[in-house]
């Protein structure tokens, strides 16, 4: 069983900062991709942010050169740093993995989200 267990949200003020985390655990033989989605209120579910095997990044135009998105190999855990926190940015926050897994199957899998609300 696999388990994406999401950390760091909360209620910031504009222009402030959080870091979310996600922690990826279970029958994990190695992580092809962990990327982070948001969905607000009345809109679809939208990728923010992705880092594959290698090391590459992507993140949306609509948070360019404010998120960072990280990883730890080793700990199975992936960060999204958010800085410059517009009200824009409220939304659930959802963990995603494509995984392989020790019985050799590729799946895809999400955390339970996490609320960031910023306002002041």
């Known amino acids: 069983q696999v388990q994406l267990v999401e950390s760091g949200g909360g209620l910031v003020q504009p222009g402030g900062s959080l870091r979310l985390s996600c922690a990826a655990s279970?029958?994990?033989?190695?992580?092809?991709?962990m990327n982070w989605y948001r969905q607000a209120p009345g809109k679809q579910r939208e990728l923010v942010a992705g880092?594959?095997?290698?090391?590459?990044?992507y993140v949306a135009d609509s948070v360019k050169g404010r998120f960072t998105i990280s990883r730890d190999n080793a700990k199975n855990m992936v960060y999204l740093q958010m800085n410059s926190l517009k009200p824009e940015d409220t939304g659930v926050y959802y963990c995603?993995?494509?995984?392989?897994?020790?019985?050799?199957?590729?799946?895809?899998?999400w955390g339970q989200g996490t609320q960031v609300t910023v306002s002041s």
């Open positions: 995603n993995a494509k995984l392989h897994l020790t019985t050799g199957a590729i799946g895809d899998y």
């Open positions: 279970g029958s994990i033989f190695s992580i092809y991709a």
């Open positions: 880092i594959i095997t290698g090391g590459s990044t």
